[in-house]
């Protein structure tokens, strides 16, 4: 089951997460519009990473 990563990311932010996920090797995730979704068991540990890296850099950041 695949559960909302993060939703209304700016385009950018779309772009680098996505990349940032794929160069760490994690190629388990969809992009729906302006959505990345995760599968659930992964959720907790890949919002950690993001948020190491700074990521996403725009908008509101909250637990969707």
């Known amino acids: 089951k695949f559960q909302n990563?993060?939703?209304?990311l700016a385009q950018d932010?779309?772009?680098s997460i996505s990349n940032?996920?794929?160069k760490n090797g994690y190629q388990d995730f969809k992009i729906y519009?302006?959505?990345i979704k995760v599968p659930t068991?992964?959720?907790d540990r890949i919002r950690v990473m993001l948020s190491q890296e700074g990521l996403p850099q725009k908008g509101i950041v909250g637990w969707e």
């Not at 990563?5 to 209304?8: G, K, T």
């Open 41 to 43: 068991q992964d959720i």
């Open 13 to 15: 932010d779309l772009s």
């Open 20 to 22: 940032f996920l794929v």
């Open 5 to 8: 990563l993060y939703v209304n």
């Open 33 to 35: 519009d302006k959505t």
